[in-house]
């Protein structure tokens, strides 16, 4: 069964560190996409950064870049210099086969601490 | 008005009453789903349409039913709820390709629901 582990409940980070949120998944699909969101406390979904199973780099947005490792199968988010806004719930998720909903991890509580 | 809106953000209602719950999106996407959101729980996927038709239903009880009007909204009737129903009911839209993985939702702000 398509399944994505994030092991981490909650993880503490010193404003302007650098953290990382592991995400490891279980697929024998070859073709899969990988994805992070990040939830405020006002509920809503925000898409913050995508790796497709056949990307050959790994994939960076602004403070975010996601450590792809596909024999590992992690795909760990990496938030560099870390702001306050950055606390809240950030999930991992994977699509496989196409035309499949995402499948969620349980999702990681950030804590940035000034 | 862009992207995927929800309608109302708060909900209070009895165990006895109907509501619905709407979810409009403004990106042309062709998918759209339904996910229930529980303190301390993994998102749960309660209904995805695809192309206005109802293509997954993960055994959700009779007493949410979603309906798919056009491809741009969505609504959950909600009747004789539970207390354990209270959650954040999250809509989200995506486009959807034969095969294709890259393509992730966009989500709404959520209706954070209270059944009392």
């Known amino acids: 069964a398509q399944k994505i582990t994030q092991t981490q409940p909650g993880m503490f980070v010193q404003e302007k560190e650098a953290v990382t949120l592991d995400c490891t998944y279980d697929?024998?699909?070859?073709?899969?996409?990988l994805f992070w969101y990040k939830q405020p406390s006002s509920g809503e979904m925000i898409f913050l950064i995508y790796q497709g199973s056949y990307d050959q780099q790994n994939a960076t947005e602004g403070r975010y870049s996601l450590n792809f490792q596909k024999a590992r199968k992690s795909a760990n988010l990496v938030i560099s210099a870390s702001q306050l806004g950055d606390s809240a719930m950030y999930f991992c998720a994977m699509r496989y086969s196409g035309n499949t909903p995402l499948v969620f991890g349980k999702g990681t509580r950030l804590s940035v601490i000034a | 008005e862009t992207g995927v809106t929800q309608t109302p953000r708060h909900l209070v209602m009895g165990m006895t009453n109907k509501k619905s719950l709407k979810c409009e999106q403004h990106l042309g996407h062709n998918a759209m789903y339904w996910y229930k959101q529980s303190a301390k729980k993994p998102l749960e996927l309660m209904f995805v349409?695809?192309?206005?038709?109802?293509?997954e239903n993960n055994s959700v009880p009779s007493r949410f039913s979603p309906e798919c009007p056009n491809s741009s909204h969505l609504f959950l009737h909600l009747h004789t709820l539970q207390p354990e129903d209270s959650a954040l009911y999250l809509c989200a839209s995506s486009q959807e390709y034969q095969g294709a993985v890259g393509y992730g939702y966009t989500f709404g702000s959520g209706t954070r629901l209270t059944v009392v």
């Open positions: 349409y695809s192309l206005e038709e109802r293509v």
């Open positions: 697929t024998s699909d070859p073709s899969y996409g």
